[in-house]
């Protein structure tokens, strides 16, 4: 998939799926990958080893 120059939002981020798709979205190269999760303490800690912005 292209994703260079997409800003990518994913609810639901902080574990399974969600989190598995940031990871790959960083990974691709996208230009921003905004995730949001109903646990808060989860999304930052994941936001930070996959380094997507909570
Ligand atoms: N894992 C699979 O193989 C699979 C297959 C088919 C369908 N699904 C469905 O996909 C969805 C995600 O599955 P998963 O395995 O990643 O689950 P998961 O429980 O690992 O992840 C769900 C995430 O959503 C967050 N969440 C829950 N309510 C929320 C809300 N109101 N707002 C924001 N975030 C919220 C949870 O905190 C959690 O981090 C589920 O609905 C599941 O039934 C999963």
Known sequence: MI???????????????????????????????FIADISEQKLKQVAEEVGATP
């Open 3 to 33: 994703v260079d120059n997409k800003v990518v939002v994913i609810t639901g981020a902080a574990s399974g799926i969600g989190r598995a798709l940031a990871e790959r979205f960083v990974k691709e190269g996208a230009a921003k990958v």
